[in-house]
């Protein structure tokens, strides 16, 4: 067991005083495919070693108390009284209760501690290690039975319903099915899943958080998912075959872009573009050819920036630092947008002059160290033996 997971098991004893069961549940990495999931299209994620780590222990009763230990924060609730909190962070967790009950599950009360190495608000999707984290810890000590599909959809739901962010299931699809050494290009309609090897010993995963924190369900995000279905909504008087902007090909949205709306239109080319980029950078791995991979990053950051305007000055400052370093194949804003941080793929010998360059660069323009991490990607949500 490792230091952090020492440290919330220790948490919990020390607040419930008796035995937990102890889950690791990761965050994620997207090495390609922004804001596509919602748009029924690819997306290519892969579980980290950065994780929450959920020290977790069933109840005789209805009542749930949880302890965040970053936050160093206690909160109690029932499970007939699952509520929004002024807190936030509880949201997350009583969002899986309550979906969990909602869908009929025998569930009781529960104690909970949880912490994690997962930058909050960064772009690696904390909220779906939680998410996902607990919809896991639930279905091991119910047996429930549940299949890691189901128990995507049900931390999905907690996040769209309970937590009001209209999120696609990406976050939490990586967070349960992720391997080591290997990425997933899911379809994000189907959701059929195929994995893609990353087994480079040279090559490093590295993500530069930018520190500017952003709230995830803001009007911002929610705007960009009503964009792209009025686009939809659009080219369907004219194809009606179409379901979502998946079915759309670059010609067709030309075709019509006089009757769009100028920012819908760049919306709906950014996702239609971005599918396309998913599907090259699959065959860039089975090719080995990590130059090409490295460009469609740069290309998505672009798209991300210029048609899609979720990106930031410090996000845009980020990649174009990165790119000014040797050995760096590609580099691109990862996560909502709006701050967060930025993923880059390099050589292991350009990591030291990476952080030298990036952290300088960063610093000048902004006053500010950005935080950067060297990532594995590595198994999907477990339990610590």
Same mark, same amino acid.
């Given at each position: ?9 220790g ?47 069933p ?12 936050f160093?924060?206690?909160f ?13 962070w ?7 209760l ?45 047996d429930?039975?549940? &299949?890691?599909?189901?128990?995507a959809?049900? %931390?999905? /739901?907690a !996040?769209? @319903?309970? #937590?009001?962010? $209209?999120?696609?299931?990406?976050d939490?699809f ?24 990353f087994?480079?010993e ?14 995830l ?19 369907k008087?004219?194809y ?6 998946? &079915? ?5 949205l030309? %075709?019509? /872009?006089? !009757?769009? @709306?100028? #920012?819908?239109? $760049?919306?709906?080319?950014y996702v ?15 090719q ?25 000055r410090?996000?845009d400052l ?8 040797e050995g ?5 804003m ?12 390099m050589?292991s ?11 300088? @660069? ?24």
């Amino acid at each position: 067991m490792n230091e952090l997971a020492q440290k919330v098991r220790g948490s919990f004893l020390e607040k419930f005083n008796r035995e937990p069961v102890m889950i690791s549940s990761p965050g994620r990495i997207n090495l390609i495919g922004e804001h596509t999931d919602y748009n029924e299209g690819f997306v290519l994620p892969g579980a980290t070693d950065r994780a929450i780590i959920l020290a977790v222990a069933p109840r005789k009763d209805d009542i749930c108390r949880f302890y965040a230990c970053d936050f160093n924060q206690d909160f109690s609730t029932s499970l007939g009284h699952l509520q929004k909190s002024d807190l936030h962070w509880p949201d997350y967790v009583q969002g899986v209760l309550a979906v969990f009950l909602q869908a009929g599950y025998q569930i009781r009360g529960l104690d909970l501690a949880f912490g994690g190495n997962v930058p909050i608000g960064g772009g690696m999707s904390s909220s779906a290690a939680i998410e996902g984290g607990l919809a896991f810890a639930l279905n091991h000590l119910y047996d429930l039975k549940l &299949d890691g599909l189901t128990l995507a959809k049900l %931390a999905q /739901q907690a !996040e769209n @319903d309970f #937590v009001g962010v $209209k999120c696609g299931i990406m976050d939490m699809f990586a967070n349960l099915f992720g391997q080591a050494k290997r990425v997933i290009k899911l379809d994000c309609r189907s959701l059929e899943f195929e994995y893609y090897p990353f087994e480079w010993e040279e090559i490093r995963v590295v993500i530069s958080d930018s520190l500017v924190r952003r709230a995830l369900a803001t009007s911002e995000y929610n705007l960009r998912r009503q964009q792209c279905e009025a686009g939809v909504n659009l080219l369907k008087k004219y194809y009606p075959e179409i379901k979502s902007l998946r &079915d759309v090909t670059v010609t067709r949205l030309v %075709a019509h /872009q006089t !009757e769009l @709306d100028p #920012v819908v239109f $760049k919306r709906c080319l950014y996702v239609i573009k971005e599918n396309q980029r998913v599907e090259q950078a699959c065959q860039d791995l089975l090719q080995r050819d990590l130059i090409s991979f490295g460009q469609r990053m740069y290309e998505s950051h672009l798209g991300l920036r210029n048609e899609y305007e979720v990106s930031s000055r410090e996000l845009d400052l980020l990649v174009e630092s990165a790119a000014r370093v040797e050995g760096v194949y590609g580099s691109r804003m990862m996560g909502a947008g709006f701050g967060g941080c930025t993923i880059s793929l390099m050589r292991s010998e350009a990591v030291k002059s990476f952080n030298e360059r990036v952290s300088a @660069d960063y610093r000048e323009a902004t006053g500010q160290e950005p935080a950067i991490h060297v990532v594995r990607i590595e198994a999907g949500t477990h339990v610590i033996k």
